[in-house]
């Protein structure tokens, strides 16, 4: 049996920081869901291909070239795309944005999910995402989902994007974080909720390595 531990949650709770850490700290891989998407938006970008071209959008997903490379010292993960180091282009909002929009297409998760599940090899994998537990890995045994109140969250964001020297407004930013947590919650297609068996944790006045604390103690290897 190769191991799993899914990390989901909502943006600006440090799902992605925390999967980092834990994933070095086991000796795991890793996967970032949300990259692939946001990845795949930005790939379908530079190729012109509209949202409305299905068939294109399948075809795209089907032969991604990505590869994830962790960093766990910086707390950070580098993503290749057709081998050219994108991490900072997938941190926009308008890829985030755009990656948003192509997770409503029902038959593109569908195409996507396969490749998340490719990740799964030994020794063991983390995964981070939105419906890590309740989609992509149902049976994985070991199951978290991350918290925080949206004002929180709204400013991780945007100090997020101030380090990358992305100039930003909190309200703009608070605005942003609400909608995509509605189109999140409200999608027809794998919409954003704890699976019921996962271990909910509020980081809102908790630290990164607090959480990594938490999260450690639910796996047992």
């Known amino acids: 049996m190769i191991p799993v531990l899914t990390i989901d949650g909502p943006s600006g709770v440090g799902k992605g920081t925390v999967a980092n850490i834990v994933a070095s700290t086991l000796n795991w891989n890793l996967l970032d869901s949300g990259a692939i998407y946001r990845a795949f938006a930005l790939a379908a970008s530079k190729r012109n291909i ?52 192509f997770a409503l297409i029902g038959s593109l998760r569908e195409s996507l999910l396969i490749r998340q599940q490719r990740f799964k090899e030994l020794p063991g994998l983390v995964a981070d995402g939105r419906d890590m537990g309740t989609v992509v890995f149902k049976d994985a045994p070991f199951k978290v989902f991350l918290t925080a109140n949206v004002e929180e969250r709204a400013k ?14 909190i309200s703009h930013t608070l605005d ?8 999140d919650a409200s999608r027809k297609h ?32």
Do not use: C, H
Not at 70 to 99: F, Q
Not at 156 to 169: C, E, F, M, S, Y
Not at 200 to 218: Q, R
């Open 50 to 101: 509209t949202i409305k071209d299905t068939k294109a959008l399948l075809s795209l997903a089907s032969n991604l070239n990505l590869k994830f490379v962790s960093d766990p010292e910086n707390k950070k993960l580098s993503v290749y795309l057709d081998n050219v180091e994108v991490s900072s282009e997938l941190r926009t909002e308008k890829t985030a944005e755009l990656a948003s929009k």
């Open 190 to 221: 794998s919409p954003l909720k704890p699976a019921k068996d996962a271990l909910i944790i509020d980081t809102s006045n908790l630290t990164i390595n607090e959480v990594v604390t938490k999260v450690m103690t639910l796996v047992k290897v």
């Open 156 to 169: 991780r964001r945007l100090k997020q994007l101030q380090d990358k020297g992305i100039a930003g407004n």
């Open 176 to 183: 942003e974080v609400k909608k995509r947590d509605e189109r």
